[in-house]
């Protein structure tokens, strides 16, 4: 079914079993978003929240709960996409069989935006930020946020919708400083196409003219965050996903969606910014509060039984990670179109995404020799760190096949691979000083940091040990040592204090180390709070190891030293304790986890839903 808007959606998810109701009152202020993860977690269905207390509208979530309801929703178009997206890599295919491609060209004709004279039904109705449901998500958040906008900007030098901007930048609605249904914040982060537009607009000493559409067909939001391919417009994108033409028009202006569901437009002037956040964030802790750009309200509009769509994001996996799912199989193998040698490269999402990629290159350079080492292996993680957002990776690991095949997505065999082979005095390459996610607060500052690049290729160096080393057993002040994986051990120490401290700590941690000897079978070393909990699950290690750690100021080794500015050691210690500078973790209000119970017991809407 091609959707036209936000309702055809819906009525296509209940009659087919993939959407509940809400009939009951449900408070904005935490309690949807616990219902909301509740059910995701248990894999539910998309949910529809009827009866929005302090507001008219009606909320959904949950609509890209799993890999299957997405591509349930997008059944009659994906195909289509997937062509248009393989003949933008290798253009060569269409001209080679033009005949196959003619499907691929009638839905690319769907790409194409449409812009009508009026801006009905959206505009038919002028509201307030006030009247929109204004979900508060975490008990320390700054107020209430739109999670699933998608944010519209034109470049000021070149107007019209193909030189537009389409993004996912989270908008604040209340709280802080923000002067009610007048101001809202724009948080968008580095490396994002807003900024470009802002960059010329201020020397233009203009204000950025800003519309942000909230709901419209799932192909609307999805589009705001793709990573497309250069030059490929994310509306173009929207109407091709839809199997339906972007429909657009102009008010005051500004660029209207015509099948949203609201449209909130404003202008963002050079220098105003105001505080915004905490927000719980997709890494599993709060972003801080910070300045970011402050929007003018000029108008806001809804369409007739308007539909407002939200997400709840937090630590892994939540509803982004089947985001992620469907991005990857409707991209398929561009990465490997866009650098050359790279087979392939998977944000690991359990670990928040952009500290951690897991990436699979090619070694060609130096066939004729004997002696195997990372070579374009290291070309191809410096291409790898300079394109789109993933240049915020902080760490990236990546080796090249040789004899055996291998999967970034089987996380223990892809690291027991390259622990078996990395050599750690050659192989551990740091980017110190640098930009990293602005979400990410293990580094020094907002967005800075450093990156790591440990690359591995060759043949099996060592054998990994299945059980704890003597050698890190009754060490005084070190205590249950935890086998997280073969070659990789946990131990926890007490907690972190500073890094003068830590660093004599350190010292002499690896000094013990390197006189008892019989590590050659533990590379790497994991210095923790709680070992337990970080060897409980592969989960566990992920997200606290590489949200936790800045590589530059974390990482430390046994032997370790430096040799022409390159920094090696015999076995790698990260020290993924929890740091005071970083932002505190996201931990639900059990007062409202209690409240929530009346949903899910018996006669309530949600009772059919096994948590």
Known sequence: MRYRNMEDCINDLEQHGHLIRVKEEVDPDLEMAAIHMKVHEAKGPALLFENVKGSKFQAVSNL??????????????????????????????????????????????????????????????????????????????????????????????????????????????SGNEYEMNKEIGMHYQIHRGIGIHQAKAVKKGEPLKVSIFIGGPPSHTLSAVMPLPEGMSEMTFAGL?????????????????????????????????????????????????????????????AKPNAIWPFTVVGRPPQEDTAFGDLIHEITGD????????????????????HPLLFAIGSERYTPYTDVKKPTELLTIANRILGTGQLSLAKYLFITAEDKQPLDTHQEVEFLTYMMERMDLQRDIHFQTQTTIDTLDYSGTGLNSGSKVVMAAYGDKIRELCREVPEALKNIRGYDNPQLIMPGMVSIQTSAFTNYEDTDREMKEFTDLLHKRGGLEACPMIIVCDDSSFMSANLSNFLWATFTRSNPSHDMYGVNSGYHHKHWGCDQLIIDARVKPHQAPPLIPDPSVEKRIERFFAKGASLESIKL
């Open 64 to 173: 890209f709960g799993t890999i299957e309801r997405s591509k349930f929703m997008f059944r009659e178009t994906l195909e289509g996409v997937q062509r248009v997206m393989t003949v933008r890599g290798d253009p060569m295919k269409a001209l080679k069989t033009p005949f196959k491609h003619i499907r691929t060209g009638l839905a690319a004709w769907q790409a194409l935006p449409k812009q009508k004279s009026i801006s009905l039904p959206v505009s038919a109705q002028e509201i307030q930020i006030s009247d929109l449901p204004l979900i508060k998500h975490w008990p320390m958040d700054g107020g209430a946020f739109v999670t699933l906008p998608q944010v519209y900007t034109e470049d000021p030098d070149k107007p019209g919708i193909m030189n537009s901007n389409l993004g996912m930048y989270r908008v604040q609605l």
């Open 241 to 301: 996903l839809a199997g339906r033409r972007f429909r657009y028009s102009y008010k005051d202006g500004y660029c209207i969606s015509n099948d949203a569901d609201f449209v909130i437009t404003g202008e963002i002037y050079p220098g105003e910014t105001k505080p915004e956040g905490p927000f719980g964030d997709h890494l599993g802790y709060y972003s801080l509060t910070h300045e970011f750009p402050l929007m003018r309200v000029h108008k806001v509009y």
């Open 334 to 353: 561009a990465i490997k179109q866009e650098i050359p040698g790279v087979k392939e490269v998977h944000a690991v999402d359990a670990a928040g995404v």
